[in-house]
């Protein structure tokens, strides 16, 4: 790395430290002085229990029908590893070290100082992931990330950064998990760079804990003609959460998908959603969010679109599920526009599960149980078009886990 690079994260890094006592825009705010920053590196680190975890939240640790592997416990990376022509993955500590062009794109879709768990992931960062696919490649198979949380109590603060070149086409999965019982806070920082012509598809999959806080931030920027689509499942209880992707359609015909299923149960509390920003002519976007939540679960889904160019198109959908009566989803959508001749709509609903649905399903010989499993399997079930045969498997698999345990 140059000098100028260099010079460049130290003017972040201490913008960052500034903004440490920054509490977040949206969800709860943390004391992070209760989270440990050190970790050991394990020595045994496939053990019977991560294989399980990886293995539920879609990680084959056989590498079968994947492109590539990237998997950090904790701090520490363990796999680096492409299988694809035209793809790289490695670190990102070590991209940044071989990548001098790296340094313009880093923090460049977010703010380092946008609050205190941005700031975390510049001051106290912990490794991350760095995925490429170069220009025209189009790669069949997704490549894996897995960011495993397993001491209790540690914090993982990682910066992750994707890169499509122009004509690529990629598929990502990412799993994210940590024992049933651990505690510990994961701050991920994901920016996404898709060029024109390129097309992505980012597919998450949590299975965390009620220990566990987490504070994904995302940001993602598309140019002419490129294309996003993010799936983002949730399977499992966990303490809070709280994430809000933004995506910036800079590139004219650009078009955006995101779609959110969260499972909500226990005391768990969510503060989920996405924005989108239409900036050019042509751009399109699409956000659906799904949520089921039983127990004493809180769920905000949010939505934010602004248009703010001509003949821009989009529509926000948020429908939820109560299963109990200490549960709550609040649904809050927001449109916005700023040029003329923009259509954008959004549709919400709450509430519980129609009796007469489950009553339907229970004259057809199924128990209650069956029948409000069968009726949320299909609630969550989102229409996705253009990913891989491997990875719709991989989310109704997901899907069906979900349903099962509500």
């Given at each position: 790395?140059?000098?100028?690079?260099?010079?460049?994260?130290?003017?972040?890094?201490?913008?960052?430290?500034?903004?440490?006592?920054?509490?977040?825009?949206?969800?709860?705010?943390?004391?992070?002085?209760?989270?440990?920053?050190?970790?050991?590196?394990?020595?045994?680190?496939?053990?019977?229990?991560?294989?399980?975890?990886?293995?539920?939240?879609?990680?084959?640790?056989?590498?079968?029908?994947?492109?590539?592997?990237?998997?950090?416990?904790?701090?520490?990376?363990?796999?680096?590893?492409?299988?694809?022509?035209?793809?790289?993955?490695m670190s990102i500590s070590k991209a940044l070290?071989?990548?001098?062009?790296?340094?313009?794109?880093?923090?460049?879709?977010?703010?380092?100082?946008?609050?205190?768990?941005?700031?975390?992931?510049?001051?106290?960062?912990?490794?991350?992931?760095?995925?490429?696919?170069?220009?025209?490649v189009k790669v069949d198979f997704p490549i894996?990330?897995?960011?495993?949380?397993?001491?209790?109590?540690?914090?993982?603060?990682?910066?992750?950064?994707?890169?499509?070149?122009?004509?690529?086409?990629?598929?990502?999965?990412?799993?994210?998990?940590?024992?049933?019982?651990?505690?510990?806070?994961?701050?991920?920082?994901?920016?996404?760079?898709?060029?024109?012509?390129?097309?992505?598809?980012?597919?998450?999959?949590?299975?965390?804990?009620?220990?566990?806080?987490?504070?994904?931030?995302?940001?993602?920027?598309?140019?002419?003609?490129?294309?996003?689509?993010?799936?983002?499942?949730?399977?499992?209880?966990?303490?809070?959460?709280?994430?809000?992707?933004?995506?910036?359609?800079?590139?004219?015909?650009?078009?955006?998908?995101?779609?959110?299923?969260?499972?909500?149960?226990?005391?768990?509390?969510?503060?989920?959603?996405?924005?989108?920003?239409?900036?050019?002519?042509?751009?399109?976007?699409?956000?659906?969010?799904?949520?089921?939540?039983?127990?004493?679960?809180?769920?905000?889904?949010?939505?934010?679109?602004?248009?703010?160019?001509?003949?821009?198109?989009?529509?926000?959908?948020?429908?939820?599920?109560?299963?109990?009566?200490?549960?709550?989803?609040?649904?809050?959508?927001?449109?916005?526009?700023?040029?003329?001749?923009?259509?954008?709509?959004?549709?919400?609903?709450?509430?519980?599960?129609?009796?007469?649905?489950?009553?339907?399903?229970?004259?057809?010989?199924?128990?209650?149980?069956?029948?409000?499993?069968?009726?949320?399997?299909?609630?969550?079930?989102?229409?996705?078009?253009?990913?891989?045969?491997?990875?719709?498997?991989?989310?109704?698999?997901?899907?069906?886990?979900?349903?099962?345990?509500?």
């Open positions: 790395m140059s000098s100028g690079a260099r010079a460049k994260i130290e003017q972040l890094k201490k913008k960052a430290e500034e903004a440490l006592a920054k509490p977040p825009a949206f969800g709860p705010d943390l004391d992070l002085s209760k989270y440990k920053y050190e970790a050991e590196k394990p020595k045994d680190w496939l053990t019977k229990d991560l294989a399980e975890r990886a293995e539920l939240v879609g990680i084959d640790l056989g590498e079968r029908q994947r492109a590539g592997t990237y998997l950090q416990l904790d701090h520490f990376s363990i796999i680096e590893k492409a299988t694809a022509g035209g793809v790289e993955v070290e071989s990548y001098e062009w790296l340094a313009d794109y880093y923090w460049r879709a977010l703010s380092v100082d946008a609050d205190k768990f941005t700031a975390l992931a510049e001051v106290k960062r912990t490794e991350g992931y760095f995925i490429r696919a170069k220009k025209g894996q990330a897995c960011l495993f949380l397993r001491t209790p109590r540690v914090a993982q603060n990682v910066h992750n950064i994707i890169v499509v070149e122009e004509g690529a086409e990629l598929h990502v999965i990412t799993g994210c998990a940590t024992p049933r019982v651990a505690e510990g806070l994961h701050v991920g920082v994901s920016e996404f760079y898709v060029k024109r012509g390129g097309k992505l598809s980012f597919t998450m999959i949590h299975g965390w804990a009620e220990g566990v806080d987490v504070r994904p931030r995302t940001g993602v920027i598309l140019e002419e003609d490129a294309s996003f689509t993010s799936i983002y499942v949730n399977l499992n209880p966990v303490k809070t959460l709280q994430m809000m992707p933004k995506v910036y359609l800079e590139g004219r015909n650009a078009k955006c998908y995101l779609a959110s299923i969260i499972a909500a149960s226990g005391k768990s509390h969510f503060d989920v959603g996405g924005a989108t920003y239409l900036r050019a002519e042509g751009t399109k976007a699409e956000i659906v969010s799904r949520t089921v939540a039983k127990d004493e679960a809180f769920v905000a889904a949010r939505g934010l679109m602004v248009g703010e160019s001509e003949g821009v198109k989009g529509h926000l959908e948020c429908r939820g599920i109560m299963l109990s009566p200490m549960s709550v989803v609040v649904a809050i959508p927001e449109l916005e526009a700023k040029a003329k001749n923009v259509e954008l709509s959004h549709e919400a609903a709450v509430g519980k599960i129609a009796e007469e649905e489950v009553y339907y399903l229970m004259t057809r010989g199924f128990s209650e149980e069956e029948a409000t499993s069968i009726i949320i399997r299909g609630f969550m079930d989102v229409d996705v078009k253009g990913l891989p045969p491997v990875l719709i498997q991989q989310i109704r698999r997901a899907l069906d886990v979900t349903a099962k345990s509500l």
